[in-house]
């Protein structure tokens, strides 16, 4: 309880001051993630190797630094596996394997995700209906509305030009050799999003209302404008995170289950504080590169299923234990 | 700590190894039956594979005959892949083909195994069900409805089965083995001896699958193929295609053997991504999978579960209430892989992305429209 108290003192200035006093530790754990799977296969510094392991990584890079929005600001947002599944399947049917469509399918399916964001944001802050109850239950709408669209089986293929974002690598670039689209999307809405949380008094506003919600709004914060922006946020980068993933493996119908968690968790290995008031998107980014090192690693080492599935419990727990272990200190000292 | 976790761990093998060998997935004298029945002669009508069937032992029905019009009653395990969306799409039209037929109450289970044992009881005791049929979630848990179901009226079980012969009869197609057979066959008659096979399965622990995997794995031991890896998708694409591009930078890779096809052009991106020939694949009869081969041309098999089993429940049905005898306590019917000289047959790019071509609809009311196709 003190220590909540003094960390939730601490964390305005800590994101005033822009930079965190010490350098994540979620920073160490992907790199001895990474120096791991270079180990057990040489071939990872190869670009092959790496490239095509950030072009994995980036949906759900792009998804954790979304959700970082609505954690920071005290909330939680599970509708977004749901949106990813809904962008996935209601493109394949508003594309109807045509492939100029694409121009205009994309800014629709944005239209979507916005519309999701602002309802999910107006139950939470005006019906006052707790974000994990109000997202859940979108969750289940969206899944449900992607399920009648589909009639439960995809009705199209995704032409290609759709899948550019997710599946191309830009050749013949010097010194990387290639280019995955998929990783320019990630850094250009990693920086975007990061400049919107780190260098903007939005950013501000979102840690105080997640520090402590009556007090920002006693301040004057405009809680409800802010929490709306909040989830519209997150949901535009399921709307991201869905056309990546529909370019990288195509279309199917449960292409989006668990990503929610898997988005939530990233940002808690990034240090994310789940009651709000501290997150930051570089480390949900790192969050979420670490958590695909993980299931690659593990690929890599070729262990028999049960097995993994272990080691990859432990290594998540000991992940989030570092990320807690460093909070507590930054808030105690 | 390590020690610790490595017993751990070979502790959980163990266990998962010991439950295996328990359910038997892998019998050697089921195997041998399939293999024969592959290519045996099935009776009855050719080129109508949904109302054929092998051996000639009949279920006597005399004591279900009864006057028409007919209410069918179906217990429905789940519509929640797109297998049981063709499947499903068959028997509703099979339906319009039978003007006896004044009803057909479907029941959908959402794959709950508790949803489906209440809604089994809430048809009988409805009271307006002539007959029952029902597709099992899962084999064990559902054999006590079904026994309950056989005292008040008759029942026809389908693509999984129970652990009773009370049903008049359980209609499938040959079964697991056979799959795995006929795709591990096309492996090992394809890839040199000691070619790299991996193994991709969607997840452990079902048996209509594990039997698949272990026919298939018999084949390539008897064949010295080398199996480099098996590895679980959960039918997941991206999981699928992460998996490939892994294995693809460890080595090289000349066969892909799936126990279903769903995520097969996933696999094969895996290769084009990366820049290398396709492999030797087996998938089965989703059309993006067909569409795939007919264009790329690379040497393939498509073993099918086919979905045209759904028709036959009803044809069977109508059989049973008019007296007349159908193939039973087992009606088990052919089972055919798609291969590079039937491949015509059955692609159609008209049909969406998972239609499984296997599904003898195309002469049935509202195709293709009501499959989603143009």
């Known amino acids: ?333 | 700590m390590k020690k610790l976790l490595t017993a751990a761990l070979s502790a959980a093998l163990f266990a998962s190894t010991a439950q295996a060998q328990q359910l038997n997935f892998d019998d050697p004298a089921e195997f041998a039956r399939q293999r024969e029945m592959l290519t045996a002669k099935a009776n009855g009508p050719e080129g109508e594979p949904w109302v054929q069937y092998y051996g000639d032992q009949m279920a006597d029905t005399a004591q279900y005959k009864k006057e028409g019009p007919y209410t069918i009653c179906f217990s429905n395990a789940g519509v929640n892949n797109a297998w049981r969306v063709t499947g499903w799409t068959n028997m509703q039209a099979e339906v319009k083909l039978h003007p006896e037929i004044k009803e057909l109450i479907h029941v959908d289970a959402e794959g709950s195994d508790d949803k489906q044992i209440s809604d089994i009881d809430d048809l009988i005791n409805g009271g307006k069900c002539s007959v029952l049929i029902v597709s099992p979630n899962t084999t064990a848990a559902l054999t006590p409805a079904v026994e309950k179901a056989c005292a008040k009226l008759p029942v026809i079980v389908f693509d999984r089965g129970v652990n009773t012969k009370c049903p008049v009869t359980f209609i499938h197609p040959v079964g697991g083995y056979g799959f795995g057979i006929q795709a591990g066959e096309f492996v090992a008659a394809t890839a040199p001896a000691g070619a790299h096979v991996l193994m991709l399965r969607i997840v452990p622990g079902v048996d209509v699958l594990e039997t698949r995997a272990s026919a298939a794995k018999r084949i390539f031991k008897e064949k010295g193929l080398n199996v480099i890896g098996e590895e679980f998708t959960e039918g997941d694409n991206a999981k699928t295609k992460s998996i490939v591009e892994d294995y693809l930078q460890r080595g090289s890779i000349d066969a892909i053997w799936m126990d279903a096809g769903a995520t097969a052009v996933a696999a094969l991106e895996a290769f084009e991504d990366s820049g290398l020939p396709l492999p030797i694949i087996t998938g089965e009869d989703q059309q993006d999978f067909l569409m795939k081969w007919k264009a790329e041309g690379f040497k393939a098999i498509a073993p099918t579960y086919p979905t045209y089993q759904w028709r036959t429940p009803i044809i069977a049905a109508v059989k049973v209430l008019k007296g007349e005898a159908v193939p039973g306590p087992e009606w088990v019917m052919p089972q055919p892989s798609i291969t590079a000289e039937t491949l015509d047959q059955y692609v159609n790019d008209k049909m969406p992305p998972l239609h499984h071509a296997m599904c003898g609809c195309e002469k049935l009311p509202d195709y293709p429209a009501a499959w989603g196709g143009q």
């Open chain 1, 1 to 333: 309880m003190i220590q909540e108290t003094v960390g939730s003192a601490k964390a305005p200035g800590a994101a005033r001051g822009g930079r965190l006093p010490k350098i994540n530790p979620v920073f160490f754990v992907l790199a001895a993630l990474l120096v791991a799977i270079t180990l057990s296969n040489p071939n990872f510094v190869e670009p092959t190797g790496y490239m095509n392991f950030l072009k994995r990584a980036a949906p759900l890079a792009i998804l954790a630094a979304g959700q970082i929005y609505v954690i920071v600001s005290g909330g939680f947002d599970l509708s977004v596996g749901s949106v990813i599944t809904l962008t996935v399947v209601g493109s394949s049917v508003l594309l109807n394997n045509n492939a100029d469509a694409t121009w205009w399918v994309i800014p629709v399916m944005y239209a979507v995700g916005l519309a999701v964001g602002v309802v999910n944001g107006l139950v939470v802050s005006y019906l006052r209906v707790p974000s994990l109850i109000a997202t859940l239950g979108m969750m289940i709408t969206l899944n449900g509305a992607a399920f009648m669209w589909s009639s439960g089986s995809p009705r199209g293929y995704l032409p290609e030009t759709f899948r550019f974002f997710g599946r191309t690598n830009i050749q013949g670039i010097p010194l990387i050799q290639f280019l995955p689209v998929a990783l320019l999307v990630l850094i250009v809405v990693g920086l975007c999003l990061f400049w919107l949380m780190h260098r903007t008094n939005l950013g501000r506003l979102l840690h105080a209302i997640g520090d402590n919600p009556r007090a920002a709004q006693m301040s004057g914060v405009p809680l409800e404008r802010v929490r709306i922006i909040a989830f519209v946020i997150s949901s535009l980068s399921a709307v991201t995170a869905g056309i990546l993933l529909g370019g990288f493996a195509g279309v199917s119908t449960d292409v989006g289950v668990g990503y929610e968690l898997q988005a939530i968790t990233a940002c808690v290995i990034g240090g994310a504080q789940l009651l709000g008031g501290r997150g930051s998107v570089p480390a949900s980014i790192a969050g979420a590169l670490t958590l695909t090192a993980i299931f690659t690693l593990l690929n890599f080492i070729g262990l028999p299923k049960p097995v993994r599935d272990v080691v990859q419990g432990v290594i998540l727990i000991v992940a989030v234990v570092l990320a807690t272990y460093r909070r507590n200190r930054a808030g105690g000292t």
